[in-house]
Nanobody, 128 residues
Framework: QVQLVESGGGLVQAGGSLRLSCAASGRTFSSYGMGWFRQAPGKEREFVAANAWRSSNTYYADSVKGRFTISRDNAQNSVYLQMNSLKPEDTAVYYC?????????????????????WGQGTQVTVSS
């Protein structure tokens, strides 16, 4: 069982930066794949970024590639999302999610249905 708590959301102007954090409980955190997803009002939850338990494997949605960076600190049981050059269309509730160790491929890690564990979400609002 993994419990996740996000923090770091807020209001920022376009072009600004935010860093989201996700603190995880559980002794096997280092072996879980970790992902960030977001959901804007009236839209489906969409993939943003993911990091397989082997930290060299990271995946990004095309819409955030080059602007967002996912990282993890297994010693701190935490995963982060550094968001730069934010745009109004990045406005959404951002969710941290954890997937079992077997979930390693890009096809699976970009699929929200592969993640059984979710945080409560943190709001990110980008003003124009």
């Amino acid at each position: 069982q993994v419990q996740l708590v996000e923090s770091g959301g807020g209001l920022v102007q376009a072009g600004g930066s935010l860093r989201l954090s996700c603190a995880a409980s559980g002794r096997t955190f280092s072996s879980y794949g970790m992902g960030w997803f977001r959901q804007a009002p009236g839209k489906e939850r969409e993939f943003v970024a993911a990091n397989a338990w082997r930290s060299s494997n990271t995946y990004y949605a095309d819409s955030v590639k080059g602007r967002f960076t996912i990282s993890r600190d297994n010693a701190q049981n935490s995963v982060y999302l550094q968001m730069n050059s934010l745009k109004p269309e990045d406005t959404a509730v951002y969710y941290c999610a954890a997937a079992p160790p077997a979930t390693q491929t890009m096809a699976r890690m970009t699929n929200k249905f592969e993640y059984p564990y979710w945080g409560q979400g943190t709001q990110v609002t980008v003003s124009s």
